[in-house]
């Protein structure tokens, strides 16, 4: 549930109500076509507040040595984004992928996903690249973003 309400958050000037409600009522993510390579295993971190879920993110290893960590999906649920869960979350994402030996981290967020877009580039991610989301017929552009370890 966490997913699917930072999704709409984040998402919902960028698609079209039935859209949206597709992506709520779908089960599992094979309704998209990404055009980014996401392996099948990772482990996912969460963000608790007492017993609430608000805030999730999956580091997911790259099959070759020496790559880059990606995470995908990371979310924060509206009424604690802006408050730190992300930033939190992105931090302790940063120490695992180092501990695994990571040279870095990739991530990928929909170009016209403001919030998603300024958080990376906060946190010192530069853009390397572009590819995209599709949903549909509906094609939603991405910018790929790296952070690598000093």
């Known amino acids: 549930m966490v997913g699917k309400q930072a999704w709409r958050s984040g998402h919902q000037d960028l698609f ?3 859209e949206l409600d597709r992506v709520e009522a779908a ?5 998209f076509e990404i055009g980014w390579d996401v392996p099948k295993s990772g482990l996912t971190v969460v963000a608790l507040v007492g017993s609430e879920l608000v805030g999730a993110a999956s580091l997911r290893p ?11 999906p990371m979310s924060v649920i509206p009424g604690y984004q802006r408050h730190g869960v992300g930033t939190a979350i992105w931090n302790y994402v940063v120490s695992l992928a180092r501990k695994r030996g990571y040279p870095g981290l990739r991530v990928f967020a929909l170009t016209r996903n403001q919030m998603a877009v300024d958080f990376y580039a906060k946190m010192g991610c530069r853009v390397v690249g572009a590819s995209a989301l599709r949903l549909g017929a509906h094609v939603e ?3 790929a973003f790296q952070f690598d370890f000093a």
């Open 16 to 18: 079209t109500p039935d």
């Open 62 to 72: 790259y099959p070759s040595e020496g790559s880059y960590g990606l995470i995908e």
């Open 27 to 31: 089960t599992t993510d094979d309704i």
């Open 141 to 143: 552009p991405a910018t």
